[in-house]
C-alpha cells in the first residue's frame, strides 16, 4: 500500500514560471509533513517541513500548502529558476511512532528551462 | 564539519558476493536509517535503528543486513541474497523527524 503518493511524475516549467508538486497521504496518523530536494548524484536534503496544524508555510520562494482534511500537501515553487531543476521528494512521517521514520513520494523530476 | 559520511562513493559488486557500505554520522542522533533508490521508485526503506543495538526491518529488508554497535554507525551489507541489488543507497539520521541524508553510495553489480 503506498501511502505517500506524489504527481506529476515529472515537470517543465519556464524560467520565472510557478511549479506546482502535489503529495497525498493515505494516513491520518502522519504529523510530520517535509519535502526534500535532490540533485543528481547527491543525498536529498531538507528543504521545508510543516506541522498539520499549519496550512502554509513560505521559505523564500518555496511555499507548503496543507489540507488536514483531504490529506493533502502542495509544493509550490515562485519565480522558477534553471538552479532549481532537481527531483523533488514529499514524505511523512509519525514524529512519535516508528522512530519518526519518513515514508517517500515517488519524486518529481523538475526542469526549468532558461 | 557535521553530517552524515557514506563511503564508499561507488562500489562494484561481483554476483555472490557480500559487500558492506559504511554510514558514520557525527550528529549525535539516536536514529539511522538505510533507504534505497532506484529511478521513479522515490526512496524505499531498507532497514531503521532507534537505538544502539536495536533495529527493525524496513519495506524492503529482504537480502540486507544491519548492525548497530555504536550511535555514530550504521552499517548495511548487502548479500548475495539480494538478487537486484544494483541501486543508489542513501543513509540518513534524524532527530525526531528531522532526516539528514548522506551523499549515497552507488552499488553496481558486475
Not at chain 1, 515562485?78 to 517517500?104: R, W
Request: glycine share 8%; hydrophobic share 35%.
Amino acid at each position: 500500500q503506498q501511502q505517500v503518493k506524489q504527481s506529476p511524475q515529472s515537470l517543465i516549467v519556464q524560467k520565472g514560471g510557478i511549479s506546482i508538486i502535489n503529495c497525498a497521504y493515505e494516513n491520518t496518523a502522519f504529523d510530520y509533513f517535509p519535502w526534500y530536494q535532490q540533485f543528481p548524484g547527491k543525498g536529498p536534503a531538507l528543504l521545508i517541513a510543516i506541522r498539520p496544524d499549519v496550512s502554509e508555510k513560505k521559505e523564500g520562494r518555496f511555499t507548503i500548502s496543507f489540507n488536514k482534511s483531504a490529506k493533502q500537501s502542495s509544493l509550490h515553487i515562485m519565480d522558477s529558476q534553471p538552479g532549481d531543476s532537481a527531483t523533488y521528494f514529499c514524505a511523512a512521517s509519525m514524529i512519535y511512532n516508528q522512530g519518526g521514520k519518513l515514508i517517500f513520494g515517488q519524486g518529481t523530476e523538475l526542469s526549468v528551462k532558461p | 564539519d557535521g553530517g552524515i559520511t557514506q563511503s564508499p562513493k561507488y562500489l562494484f559488486r561481483k554476483e555472490g558476493q557480500n559487500v558492506t557500505l559504511s554510514c558514520e554520522q557525527n550528529l549525535n542522533h539516536d536514529a539511522m536509517y538505510w533507504y534505497r533508490q532506484d529511478p521513479g521508485q522515490g526512496l524505499r526503506l531498507i532497514y531503521y535503528s532507534q537505538i544502539v543495538n536495536d533495529f527493525q526491518k524496513g519495506d524492503i529488508a529482504e537480502g540486507y543486513s544491519v548492525s548497530r554497535e555504536k550511535k555514530e554507525s550504521f552499517p548495511l551489507t548487502v548479500t548475495s541474497a539480494q538478487k537486484n541489488p544494483t541501486a543508489f543507497y542513501l543513509c540518513a539520521s534524524s532527530f525526531l523527524a528531522e532526516a539528514f541524508f548522506g551523499q549515497g553510495t552507488r552499488l553496481t553489480v558486475v
